[in-house]
């Protein structure tokens, strides 16, 4: 019985890592459409979010029978919750890919407002907190799941500073503001892929240790001891 | 033992609605704050955060600590699962309101751009799904928990309709661009509220059926029959 568990947990982390790689494929797709102004492409993400949402969908019930007929205790059942929970952040990232493919399909319909540098750049800093958040998972690095946390704020400093721009760009002509509205929120959007990325590692390292560093929690019961 | 851990179901369910009281009050002062250009009810909402953050903690290490001692199943093992993901979502409100609060701050810094209609409705829509969901779970009411699903479309096309018109606003005048991007994440971060209603409302169906509508599954494979 021992060992067909530890088969089933392994088919639990295959599925959930297919699912990590379908998100994974639906932020750089939705990246890509938008930066060589692909809208096929744009309109694959959208299409293929389906899958998504089905395979949470499978993963939540693994994760349940697993609870159900295996009462897991300590390393196993937090293996198990960190799932039911990563599943969670990945299909909200396969939603938030969505919505930038749908404002990609609406920028697309004029021409390009400016050369974009620091959008890219933003998405590329959140692929990688969820691509390393999910190496952290699989290796059960707690130390590389830390890292990824601490990486949110470079993320928001740097959504701040587009928006910062593009409200110029929306002063400067009215022609600008519909396609700077749709930055804005694209900007947005890639956020809150990085705050989902921070909160896969935050599983990972409760996983890991046992011990939850969500809200800073551990700085500030150390705060509370100087 | 059985009755001891009744016992802990109820506090559970006590603590899950407690922190659902903090996230409702969180909402309705943020709107309040708005409508009101309340400046101190705005900074209110974003120090009562911590306390929220913290419940959220709490209510997880509850559930966590029931399902490795209690082992679950069936319907207990459903309540529970229900409740670690109704504390997310919670949490996940009680932060919008913070970003809602936090746009505030900001709108006040200069005049009203407009008298507020249809943000007040939208807010009023949004924590009234908040509301009957968390109602929905405490009587274990599939019905009004589905009831609030299918209100989401209310929401978001609300949300797109205030999204239309603060575009024009913004080409009317450059003055007002700034409070107009303000209005639309404001509107942004209700509809995303209206979301974390809809999953509570998910999964307290979950909870009393054992089986998921989320994704409209249920309505695909009803389509996939005819």
Known sequence: MERHFDEELRELKEKLLQMASLAEDSISRSIKALTDRDKKLAQKVIDS??????????????????????QPIAKDLRFITAAMRINSDLERIGDLSVNIAERTLDLLQEPLLKPLIDIPRMAQLAQKMVKDSLNAFVNRD???????????????????????ELLTYMFQDPKNITRSVDLVLIGRHMERIADHATNIGEDVVYMVKGKTIKHHIQEKENRGKT
């Open 49 to 70: 979010d389906d899958e998504i949402n089905m395979l949470e969908i499978e993963v939540d019930e693994i994760c349940l029978k697993l609870l159900a007929l295996r």
């Open 142 to 164: 707690a130390e590389l799941a830390h890292d990824v946390c601490c990486r949110d704020d470079e993320v928001d400093q740097l959504n701040h500073q587009i928006f910062r």
